[in-house]
């Protein structure tokens, strides 16, 4: 198998999240992904009319923006 074959395989293959499962790992309600995909602004793909969302464009497109949150009382 070549270079460029396996590199669309494993592109194939790799995992699919759900619309809950991305709300959950950006933290962030669904209703919040779901309106931003509508309106272009996270990468998806349509499975069988489902969205579906791959965890590396994910992380891609959104690893500078997430931030760690910080819970706890603020310092006065």
Not at 29 to 56: A, C, D, E, Q
């Amino acid at each position: 198998m070549t270079h460029a074959r396996r590199a669309c395989y494993l592109w194939i293959m790799e995992e699919l999240l759900t619309t809950a499962e991305v709300a959950k790992y950006l933290r962030v309600t669904p209703g919040t992904i779901r309106n931003k995909t509508y309106l272009g602004l996270i990468p998806h793909h349509k499975v069988m009319g489902r969205l579906r969302f791959r965890r590396s464009e994910i992380d891609s497109f959104f690893g500078l923006w997430r931030t760690p949150r910080v819970r706890g009382r603020r310092k006065s």
